[in-house]
């Protein structure tokens, strides 16, 4: 069963536009933050007690469950550092959520997330998205920015596009 996932930094919107996807294409919704946080505890205090080693081997294991269980699913914004995520991903509609730096720091203002904890904030986001957006574009089937406009827009287009991605995958199988 392949899954239609989203990922992209911290603040893009995976979330509230995958539950929204999710809805509008009548099917389930999974997200490894909130996954791990229900089964875990909240994941400033995991950072804290545990570290971001610990943090990411649960949530590695909140991928793979998400991954298994189809329908939209939302990676947290680090996910696609582990390798086996990113090969993981091979098999799956990958969407890239983006957002404008000077848009996203109204979002992540008065964060409680453990890699935005400087001075900073904003300056420490664009650090994190600048290491991580040469993985995330190498992962995406297609990219989406969240940055202006309507949120009902972002998710029309993301259901549209993974519509029309699962009629050509069930067109490909039937010529085989």
Do not use: C
């Not at 991954?67 to 995520?85: C, E, R, W, Y």
């Not at 040469?134 to 940055?147: I, K």
């Amino acid at each position: 069963m392949t899954a239609l996932v989203l990922i992209g930094p911290m603040g893009a919107g995976k979330t509230s536009i995958g539950r929204k996807v999710a809805k509008s294409l009548g099917v389930s919704f999974f997200d490894t933050d909130i996954a791990v946080e229900r089964a875990h505890g909240p994941i400033e205090e995991l950072f804290a007690t545990q570290g971001e080693a610990d943090f990411r081997r649960l949530e590695r294991a909140a991928v793979e469950e998400g991954l298994a269980t189809g329908g939209v699913v939302s990676l947290g914004g680090g996910a696609v550092l582990d390798a086996d995520t990113r090969a993981d991903l091979a098999r799956h509609r990958v969407v890239l959520l983006t957002v404008d730096p000077h848009v996203v720091a109204g979002r992540i203002r008065g964060t409680d997330r453990p890699l935005l904890q400087a001075e900073d904030a904003a300056a420490r986001w664009l650090e994190i998205y600048t290491a991580r957006r040469p993985l995330y574009e190498e992962l995406a089937d297609v990219t989406f920015d969240t940055s202006s406009g309507p949120l009902q827009n972002v998710v029309d287009a993301v259901a549209a596009w993974a519509r029309s991605t699962e009629e050509d995958q069930m067109s490909e199988r039937e010529t085989k």
